[in-house]
């Protein structure tokens, strides 16, 4: 006995030494995370930027041009490390950021000329390359040139390039224009085979979000009205590029849109060679390497020594800046208040539109005395019916309190977008930006079917018809016509919602509406417009609305706590000392990535009431 009892004394003994190996362990790793955070924090990267004189500032791009950037994800970050992607993982940047820089830069004496390195620059929608272009003509029309260069150019990289004086290529790179897609995978057959039944409730002729699941393509309806659109983007492309470049005499719109045949011949010619084809098609002015490249901008600064031309880069130059929304102490304010993702019901951190998180901003500013306007920026394809109309109840607060409301639409503000948008004083839009999209739907599926196939049945009682609703069982004719009614209710509501808003009569609305998709230009011709114009134009058009000349702008954004703001610097910080490129990701994962988005919409939306109000083709490839 006297061993037995030793025994377990032994292993009690080294379990506890084990726990308290860990939790110091634990401990520790945080001492050293902490410490590391200190020492990060006074690297040479918060050494005060100084720009010397006869600078480039170099717009070197590595990622996303965005409108808001999002809070950092520790997931994702870990992610990153761990991928090895660290080093070259591509960043955010918000467009308005980028076009401060630029007219700063424009005025500033060190600066010599710009730089647009390309290469890096993954993804921007039309509107945010164009308001980033207008200040880029601005910055040229001061005498400064502007240079770019890319590896190779993809379609929105080169559509930024034909803003600059000069376009390069390396001899080994090559333009790539596809022109606008819209594209969706169709799970019909799949469900057909899996005996799953989807219950579509829809009103609208042209909301075609419901399709997938119905069909096995898109249907004429769809494809008319996306094709409408779609070309009006592509030749607001091609106008907007051959205008940049007239000074190119190669260049033509076959140059930007040539058919297959006109490709394969002018190719022949070059022998095949891509980076002699853009330069014959007047695509690009010169091809040239890097090292090249960078050399002929010490000639064009006329720089007296060989030396390398002196360049600071974007974030650099940035951080000499001030503010983007700058407080001087006036009376009057405008308070601009970003909005961007699917609208949802509920809170989150920013990454969508949610109805309690973005309700809270717009009573900030509604219960500011000083802010006379509000300047809402919406870049969203719609979501949960139940959220869109909680956030323009608040919207209709704002204006019950004296506020001017305006409505600034980024690249798409449709469906759920425009139920919103739709109550403000004035709506500016940008030529480009989709819009509309009125129209609503529902859907779920069952699977009694599937059950019954495998040899699962259900049965019980209950003490009314609607306690039997549910995945696994039928849905009987009677519900299908009450969830029916349900939407149609709905979309009378939308109308309804739209004609007050809009001061149109609900016929005029319902020739526009059917869930129709149209561009910002059809919007100013079909009365869902008020404006064409950028956010900088809907700051001044509240100016207007609410009659004040010396005003701030401000921003209402979400509050972190202390505690927040601490941990986000500190894991910013130290996750560079994890190891790195201890993962893969494999190619294929972006397929799953692409279904799993489409076909978990439901779930990722949460409308209580399971209305949507939601454009899927607002999305362009």
């Not at 003994?13 to 939790?23: C, D, E, G, H, T």
């Not at 509000?374 to 869109?388: C, E, H, K, M, Q």
């Amino acid at each position: 006995m006297a061993f037995l009892f030793r025994l377990i004394k032994s292993i009690l003994v080294n379990s506890f030494k084990f726990i308290n190996a860990i939790r110091l362990v634990l401990l520790n790793v945080i001492f050293i995370m902490i410490v590391l955070f200190i020492v990060a924090s006074y690297d040479t990267d918060e050494m005060e930027v100084e720009v010397a004189d006869n600078s480039y500032l170099r717009l070197d791009l590595n990622g996303f041009i965005v409108e808001k950037k999002r809070p950092m994800n520790l997931s994702q970050e870990i992610s990153k490390q761990l991928s090895g992607m660290d080093n070259e993982a591509p960043q955010e940047f918000e467009a308005q950021e980028i076009i401060k820089a630029i007219q700063f830069a424009e005025d500033d004496p060190k600066i010599t000329g710009l730089v647009l390195e390309l290469t890096g620059l993954q993804s921007a929608n039309l509107n945010q390359l164009t308001d980033i272009g207008a200040s880029i003509n601005h910055f040229k029309d001061s005498g400064k040139p502007v240079y770019a260069y890319a590896d190779n150019y993809s379609q929105s990289q080169y559509y930024l390039a034909s803003y600059a004086d000069k376009i390069t290529l390396p001899p080994n790179g090559f333009v790539l224009l596809q022109g606008y897609a819209v594209n969706r995978l169709y799970f019909k057959n799949l469900l057909d085979k899996l005996l799953v039944t989807p219950h579509i409730f829809k009103v609208g002729t042209y909301k075609s979000f419901v399709e997938p699941f119905t069909e096995t393509r898109m249907s004429e309806y769809s494809k008319t009205a996306n094709q409408h659109w779609l070309n009006q983007l592509w030749q607001t492309y091609i106008d907007r590029v051959l205008t940049q470049r007239k000074d190119n005499p190669k260049l033509t719109a076959e140059s930007i849109n040539p058919t297959l045949q006109q490709v394969k011949e002018n190719l022949k010619a070059v022998n095949g060679d891509t980076s002699q084809y853009a330069l014959s098609m007047g695509l690009v002015d010169q091809l040239a390497f890097h090292d090249q490249f960078i050399n002929e901008l010490s000639e064009d600064a006329q720089q007296e020594s060989n030396d390398l031309p002196n360049m600071i880069d974007y974030r650099a130059y940035q951080a000499t800046l001030p503010l983007l929304y700058q407080y001087t102490g006036a009376d009057s304010q405008i308070a601009v208040i970003h909005g961007t993702g699917e609208i949802i019901s509920g809170v989150n951190d920013g990454t969508s539109i949610a109805d309690k998180s973005f309700n809270t901003l717009l009573r900030e500013a509604k219960n500011n005395p000083r802010i006379k306007a509000v300047v809402i920026r919406l870049d969203t394809p719609g979501g949960s019916a139940f959220a869109s109309e909680n956030i323009r109840q608040q919207v209709l607060a704002l204006k019950d309190a004296g506020k001017k409301v305006v409505v600034s639409m980024g690249a798409v503000t449709a469906s759920g977008g425009y139920w919103i948008a739709s109550a403000a004083d004035q709506i500016i839009a940008s030529p480009t930006t989709l819009t509309g999209s009125i129209g609503i739907f529902g859907m779920f599926a069952t699977f009694d079917k599937s059950l019954d196939k495998i040899g699962i049945q259900q049965d019980g009682v209950a003490t009314n018809p609607l306690s039997n609703i549910g995945v696994t069982q039928a849905l009987t004719p009677e519900l299908a016509e009450i969830f029916q009614m349900g939407i149609e209710n709905g979309y009378a509501n939308f109308l309804q919602i739209v004609a007050e808003g809009r001061g149109m009569t609900i016929e005029e609305v319902d020739k526009v509406a059917q869930g129709r998709v149209w561009t910002g230009t059809d919007g100013l011709n079909n009365g869902l417009v008020d404006e064409l114009g950028d956010l900088h134009s809907a700051v001044l058009k509240a100016a207007e609305l609410a009659n004040i000349e010396d005003f701030d702008v401000i921003s209402i954004e979400p509050r972190l706590s202390s505690k927040q703001v601490f941990f986000n610097q500190l894991f910013t910080k130290t996750i560079q000392f994890l190891p790195s490129g201890l993962i893969t990701q494999p190619a294929i994962f972006s397929i799953f990535e692409t279904i799993e988005k489409q076909s978990n919409f439901i779930a990722r939306i949460n409308d209580p009431q399971s209305r949507f109000v939601y454009c899927t083709q607002c999305y362009v490839e």
